[in-house]
């Protein structure tokens, strides 16, 4: 999708794998799921060349074999052991100075992310974030099956502009959901998914949060 250039009045930030650094404790749980059923382990490397959405098909290439157990097993295993390794899990060390700027600029932060509503929500707030949204958007369940009918909701509801937003992510779902609300999409390499997967089709891609935050500056002033 082309874009022209608009003016950005809106950031809508995914949260797990962008703001929040949670991969290592991700490949933690699966890998307590996979030693279970005698599958191979995650590295950290294979974990960001392979996790993909709807997560059904990530627990596929893993092995997960749904002939003999239903996907929602092992799901709901998997946030069993995330939620209890969460506490482990910190934002990235550029997330409050980026979040504290793009306010001072006088930008609107919103989150949309796959992670049930009211751990989201909770996890938010135990990070000492939670004033920098005007709102927090995550799922009804917790099998993560993607963000678009939620972002629609979400549009709808705040009466955003998505030609005045930027969605900003780490994987290649959130261009998926950017280009089904009709805004832009700036992806941050240090989540869930590799820098190479990441710059298919030209896709806008930054190292970190810092430079997620010099794209929005240059952008603005271009």
């Known amino acids: ?16 794998g962008t703001l929040l650094n949670d991969q290592i404790i991700c490949i933690d749980a699966m890998n307590r799921l996979l030693v279970k059923r005698g599958l191979p382990l995650l590295t950290e490397e294979k974990y960001r060349r392979v996790f993909t959405f ?80 005007e709102q927090i958007a995550g799922i009804q369940d917790q099998y993560a099956h993607g963000k678009v009918n939620r972002a629609k909701e979400l549009f709808l509801q705040k009466q955003i502009s998505p030609q005045n937003t930027l969605l900003i992510g780490d994987t290649l779902h959130d261009v998926e959901v950017a280009n089904e609300l009709g805004c832009q999409c700036l992806l941050v390499a240090t989540g869930h998914q590799s820098a190479e997967r990441l710059q298919i089709n030209g896709n806008p891609v930054v190292k970190n949060l810092r430079q997620a935050l010099e794209w929005v500056i240059k952008f603005k002033k271009s």
């Open 1 to 16: 999708m082309l874009y022209k250039k608009p003016h950005f009045e809106l950031i809508l930030w995914d949260w797990n």
């Open 54 to 133: 709807p997560v059904k098909t990530y627990y596929a290439q893993l092995g997960f074999d749904f002939t003999k157990e239903p996907f929602e097993i092992p799901a709901l295993e998997f946030m069993e052991q995330y939620h209890r390794l969460l506490p482990q899990a910190g934002l990235f060390p550029d997330a409050i100075p980026v979040l504290h700027k793009l306010k001072e600029l006088g930008y609107r932060q919103l989150i949309l992310s796959a992670m049930e509503q009211e751990s989201l929500i909770a996890a938010v707030k135990n990070l000492h974030v939670f004033d920098y949204f």
